[in-house]
């Protein structure tokens, strides 16, 4: 089919070129030709119709698909007809045959705009194609710069999406009812209502790269209060992948992007530098803050990914999110538990990680404060367990995923961390560095609180808040989680890194938001009701214990928390008594032990 069509184009020029001149010729003489330039025309033909087509395969004409035809394609039928008419000139100047300049001149314009508008016709039938498409569904596109520009061309030419973009809007009055690749600008960014009422909107894509969390959190209003989808690129690598031909990558606009503050931008080349080329493991892999570490080591160039994790749904979900992304031999899936004292064994020596990332814990604070005993056997011994297969086979750096409850825990959970903390910092060597990494709340992560008040709104209320005055801070997936690899850069040994959160964020303020954004009134359409306190559980958090000094990094928004030496041997007794109380299920020993072991050691 290719060289088929190739045939028909090569075939047409010649053809082309053929009436090209003999229409120049007659035009030249206003359709009386003399005697002479008819014998002339017969030399004329064969020249024109073998250097049009050898000029094509030269400048590559016939190597464009042409129903995405672009200036690149028409700046090459310029040079290729342009050079067909310099032959004529050195015809004319060597003295070879009698040929009049302007006959040239008329030849090549005539020709160009022949050859040009035979190529168009692919292109016009696809766009009108794309037009007639039923099932594409009307979409707006918020702003008309450059992202816009490109945004609309990549839909046009990607009908099969089912997004038709059909109108623009965009605040610069310089645009104002001016056509941006073909798409009117109708109107301001203001007068979004009426946009999509008149053009029957029923998507929008926020093509704006600079604007900020709260002109983005009015548009979504808009857009929400019409009944339209707004969809937005997360970052310029998701730009980048949907300009290169992943849909994927333009996302439906989710809360953690409009509730919170603009997203921290972190020194991707110290990411890199990280990773490059190293056998990574990530234990707690097929976990929301787990896949997210698997997804940026892939992305930021590691040489190998080792991901473990108990949960064998979730290592088939990550196996169907990467086999379409990566070659097999970059990544390894192994379903086992950090408990398996022998498994961990056997994982360490096959691949012989060289930067470990350790995400695997139970962390929902009600589930665990209900089985403590579970949680010690995961949360301390499993991280024991993995630090010790670090010392013996020679890992180079360590990172342990913490939390800021373990910062004066009130509950089982906080104490394991701050327990597992401890236990990095004490296993710490100049061979094997060892760090933890402390956050907030995780935006949309499993078991985190937008997903539950989600379901509560789609069922119609009521949300349920436990104290009006509680607070916490919120980090979103992406973030936490490159903290953690700029952590895996920047740990020496013993530290403590924690991003600078924020602001905490109100529990019942974060509720009465979310409801606006799905638009809905709070109280009035989505009843808020007050559940109370739960087992364990805070009114405020903390991100530094009292005796931790603080100090900056190079990075501007990280901090590194210190404490001082830790006794070794006392933690080892204590957390014998901890095993101890943990396999004998006596919670109330278990429960007293450990706040007796994070108190002494705060």
């Known amino acids: 089919m290719k060289y088929r069509n190739q045939l028909i184009f090569v075939l047409t020029d010649a053809a082309l070129s053929i009436a090209a001149i003999s229409l120049a010729v007659w035009l030249r003489f206003e359709g ?16 024109a119709a073998v250097v049009v087509v050898l000029a094509g395969m ?3 004409t016939y190597r464009s698909v042409l129903q995405y035809m672009g200036f690149a394609d028409a700046f090459r ?7 067909t008419a310099t032959i004529f000139l050195i015809i004319k100047y060597s003295g070879l045959y009698t040929v009049s300049g302007s006959i040239t001149v008329v030849y090549f314009g005539i020709l160009f705009m022949m050859a040009t508008s035979v190529r168009l016709v692919p292109r016009f039938r696809y766009w009108l194609a794309s037009r007639r498409q039923c099932e594409a569904r009307g979409t707006m596109i918020i702003g008309a710069g450059t992202t816009g520009a490109m945004v609309i061309k990549r839909l046009e030419e990607n009908t099969d999406e089912g997004l038709l973009p059909v109108v623009a809007v965009d605040d610069d009055p310089e645009k104002a009812h001016m056509r941006v690749a073909g798409v009117m600008v109708a109107a301001r960014l203001s007068q979004i209502p009426r946009v999509v009422k008149k053009y029957n909107i029923e998507e929008a894509i926020l093509a704006i790269p600079s604007l900020d969390t709260a002109k983005i959190t009015e548009v979504y209003r808009q857009c929400i209060s019409c009944g339209v989808k707004l969809r937005l690129f997360r970052s310029a690598v998701d730009m980048e992948s949907f300009f290169a031909g992943n849909q994927k990558a333009l996302a439906q606009i989710a809360v953690e992007d409009l509730l919170f503050r603009d997203s921290i931008t972190l020194d991707k080349e110290l990411i890199f530098r990280c990773l490059h080329n190293k056998t990574v493991l990530v234990t707690g892999g097929a976990g929301s803050i787990g896949r997210e570490i698997c997804r940026q080591a892939l992305s930021g160039g590691c040489g190998k990914l080792i991901v473990l994790d108990m949960d064998e749904n979730g290592l088939f979900a990550v196996d169907e999110e990467f086999k379409d992304l990566y070659p097999p031999e970059k990544y390894e899936l192994c379903l086992g538990t950090i408990r398996d004292e022998d498994y961990l064994a056997h994982v360490f020596r096959s691949w012989q990680p060289e930067l470990v990332f350790h995400a695997a814990a139970h962390k929902h604070v009600p589930m665990v404060e209900a089985n403590p005993a579970e949680a010690v056997k995961n949360n301390i011994a499993g991280t024991e367990n993995v630090l010790v297969a670090c010392q013996r086979y020679g890992v180079e750096r360590f990172i342990l995923i913490s939390s800021d409850k373990a910062v004066n825990p009130a509950n089982i959970m906080g104490a394991t961390k701050r327990i597992a903390e401890l236990l990095t910092q004490s296993k710490n060597t100049p061979g094997c560095k ?9 935006l949309a992560s499993a078991g985190s609180v937008i997903p539950t008040f989600r379901k509560q709104i789609e069922a119609g209320g009521p949300v349920t808040v436990t104290h009006q005055d509680m607070e916490r801070y919120f980090i979103t997936i992406q973030e936490a989680v490159s903290l953690v690899m700029i952590a895996g850069t920047l740990a020496e040994g013993g530290e403590i890194f924690v991003l600078d959160m924020g602001k905490p964020v109100k ?6 938001e979310l409801i606006r954004l799905s638009g809905y009134e709070p109280e ?16 405020f958090e903390e991100i530094v214990l009292d005796s931790e000094k603080v100090s900056r990094t190079a990075q501007e928004q990280i901090f590194i928390m210190k404490s001082g030496e830790i006794d070794t041997e006392a933690l080892m007794g204590k957390l014998a008594q901890i095993k101890a109380a943990a396999h004998a299920f006596d919670e109330a020993a278990l429960k007293a032990v450990l706040m007796e072991t994070v108190g002494q050691f705060s």
């Open 58 to 60: 030269a400048f590559g």
């Open 434 to 442: 060892m760090a933890a990494v402390r956050f907030g709340n995780v």
């Open 507 to 512: 529990i019942y303020d974060l509720a009465k």
């Open 524 to 539: 009035k359409d989505i009843k808020i009701a007050f559940t109370g306190v739960r087992p364990g559980e805070k009114m």
């Open 77 to 83: 039928q310029l040079a290729a007809t342009g050079t």
């Open 32 to 47: 009386l030709i003399p005697p002479d330039y008819r014998v002339h025309l017969l030399r004329y033909y064969p020249i």
